[in-house]
């Protein structure tokens, strides 16, 4: 009887020109009409050619909930392949910054050598500069004590030499801490960018606009 209905239903309609649609609404009825009703619009339903034939199949009304959860869905992919672009657009930026910075990779090292040498070389100035001010303020601590066991005053001024041979020591221990550390920064710097620039330039050639 369904089928029967189907082909007499189809037969009505132009082969042309004609549309048929086919859903089953919540109770599991089975409708064929040339329209959707507003109220039926949530099911799934087919549009049928004039041979009875799927041309199309649109899938049911997604719940509130439904809604809710795929568009977030669609903003997360949005945001990951906005990432991805920018993250190809920062690398990118990076090789032309690099390739522009240095014309080989033996000028990397050069240039690593130099900088760590130097950094050393304060380091070492500031080794015996500490040395100079440690053997300063013993110096002074002992005239001070030379001077309470004689019964004078420390006055104002010698405390305060005091007190600047100290901060100068604090200084200098402070300096060779931080240059100690920033000669391993450059280490890690250099050996970075040397790393990227082989990365860009093996196979690649050396040139850039």
Request: hydrophobic share 35%; aromatic share 6%.
């Amino acid at each position: 009887m369904k089928y029967l209905l189907m082909t007499v239903l189809l037969l009505s309609f132009n082969a042309e020109s004609a549309k048929m649609y086919k859903w089953v609404d919540e109770n599991g009825k089975v409708h064929y009409s040339d329209r959707v009703p507003p109220d039926q619009v949530k099911h799934a339903r087919q549009e049928l050619s004039a041979q009875g034939v799927v041309k199309e199949e649109v899938d049911r009304a997604l719940t509130p909930e439904e809604r809710a959860a795929r568009a977030a869905e669609i903003k997360q992919q949005k945001e990951l392949e906005e990432q991805k672009r920018l993250e190809v657009e920062r690398l990118e930026a990076e090789r032309k910054q690099l390739l522009r910075s240095y014309s080989s990779a033996d000028q990397i090292k050069r240039l690593k050598s130099e900088r760590i040498n130097a950094l050393q070389r304060n380091i070492q100035m500031a080794e015996e500069n500490l040395v100079i001010q440690q053997k300063n303020e013993q110096d002074l601590m002992r005239r001070a004590a030379d001077k309470e066991r004689s019964g004078e005053v420390v006055s104002d001024n010698f405390l305060n030499q005091m007190q600047q041979v100290k901060d100068q020591i604090e200084y200098q221990k402070q300096f060779i801490i931080d240059k100690t550390a920033e000669i391993e920064t450059t280490k890690t710097k250099y050996d970075h960018e040397l790393a990227k620039y082989l990365e860009y330039t093996e196979g690649h050639g050396q040139s850039d606009s």
